[in-house]
């Protein structure tokens, strides 16, 4: 398959999954707060403002192809925190839970490699990045 391909598919599928879920956390912000607020962490409104913005905007960007590399290290970063702060350490005494969440932490960090290697590859000639190139 040829690179440019590959590369819209792979910016497609992280859109795929970060423009719902920010459209899912702006869309209900006293649910996104309210579990923010159970995972401890400090101002919950504005974690759950903050978190939807950012992943409605960053996948966007990464679909367009616009400022991708950055964007994509941006989502890296995010993927890492958000996989340590909501599935490092959960589940309690229940082991399947456990794994769960063990597993979607994984999940996380590999979305991160994946975002890694978006950054260095670039968007491709099938963005707004890509304008003019082969």
Partial sequence: MPRNVVLLLSRLLFAALFIPSGFHALSDIPGTTSYFAGLGL????????????????????ILAGLKTSIAALLLAAFCIMAGFI??????????????????MLMKDIATAGGFLALAMAGAGAFSIDGRGST
């Fill in 42 to 61: 400090p101002l919950p409104m504005l974690a759950a403002w903050g978190t939807g913005l950012f992943e409605l905007i960053a996948g966007l960007l």
């Fill in 86 to 103: 909501g599935h490092y350490g959960q589940g309690g005494d229940d082991p399947m839970l456990t794994f769960l969440h063990s597993q």
